[in-house]
């Protein structure tokens, strides 16, 4: 019988130490970044792919413009800060790093397949039982000095340092639980989603990074999880290429949300009488509701195999 391709794929286990699986799964585990130090050779499935190690050869095959982050030193007036993030083709990208500049690749699952198999064992890992946006596997490479400002992600992370030195600043979020979606402190109301801007209020927007971070230097090897909507910042200490495997699991709300959305697809009056009913409606349905209804789905046999979804 031939191996097993789950084999050759990163599990959770490996991603998340020192906490165990069933504190991840069960206890509180994945409230909290985690941190494993090893070898790289660990990963040989990371080993595997030479355009992660290779930015020449990894801008050949990304057939999209790649966004820049601009370093510090480069960002002293308002209008070097509007360009922080701007996209470029991605030889012009390539020569902004040798200058000093960020490179951030996202979706390389869109023209690596070969990673693709690592971001299903993960959500299968986590019980994930739906995706709010299609798991993405990112690739970050930054020259000495350059880094990322301080903001928060509303998606899981798993980053692996393939390369050199960073220094990561995590922090965690009092302001906001739950984000819809990303933020940093170089935001403005302008640039920040609809939806985020709802969901933060008129409470104050940090533009530094707040509270007492935790400092973390990552080398070659290193395993980081941080989980959603955590502050954090980075420095490269050695140029660096690090992997990010983000996962989005839409929360609970959303699955609920969704089944009943399915069992009322029909448009409704607007008069007090029928929404009285449709209240009613709504109350019957969720008291009728098994769990496997809401765990049935392309994921669901998974989940009733003893694994506990993952819960934002």
């Not at 693709?116 to 946006?133: I, N, T, Y």
């Not at 495997?245 to 007090?272: E, M």
């Amino acid at each position: 019988m031939p191996p097993s391709r789950e084999v050759h794929t990163i599990g959770l286990e490996r991603l998340i130490r020192p906490a165990s699986l069933d504190d991840f799964r069960e206890g509180d585990a994945w409230r909290y970044p985690q941190l494993d130090r090893g070898p790289l050779t660990r990963f040989p499935e990371l080993l595997a792919i030479p355009e992660l190690f290779d930015l020449s050869r990894l801008a050949a095959v990304y057939n999209e413009p790649v966004p820049v982050w601009m370093p510090a030193r480069w960002l002293k007036s308002a209008a070097h800060r509007g360009l922080y993030g701007t996209f470029f083709e991605p030889e012009s990208a390539l020569r902004l790093h040798r200058l000093g500049a960020t490179l951030f690749f996202p979706n390389v699952e869109r023209f690596l397949p070969v990673v693709r198999p690592l971001l299903a064992r993960l959500e299968r890992d986590l019980g994930v039982v739906e995706v709010h946006k299609k798991s993405v596997f990112n690739v970050f490479a930054s020259a000495p000095g350059a880094g990322a400002v301080a903001h928060f992600d509303p998606e899981i992370n798993f980053a692996v340092q393939l390369k050199g030195k960073k220094r990561w600043w995590i922090s965690d979020n009092t302001q906001i639980q739950f984000a819809p979606s990303a933020y940093s402190v170089i935001d403005t109301d302008a640039t920040m989603s609809p939806a985020l801007r709802i969901a933060w209020g008129s409470a104050p927007r940090p533009k530094r990074l707040p509270g007492k971070p935790r400092v973390i230097d990552v080398d070659e090897g290193s395993a980081l999880y941080f989980p959603a909507g955590c502050w954090h910042k980075t420095k490269t200490l050695e140029e660096s290429i690090h992997v990010v495997l983000a996962i989005w699991p839409k929360s609970w709300l959303g699955v609920l949300s969704s089944r009943l959305r399915a069992s009322f697809p029909q448009r409704v009056g607007g008069t007090p009488v029928q929404a009285a009913r449709l209240s009613e409606r709504v109350a019957e349905r969720i008291a009728a509701l098994r769990a496997e209804e809401l765990v049935d789905g392309p994921r669901g046999r998974r989940a009733r195999s003893g694994r506990r979804p993952q819960v934002q």
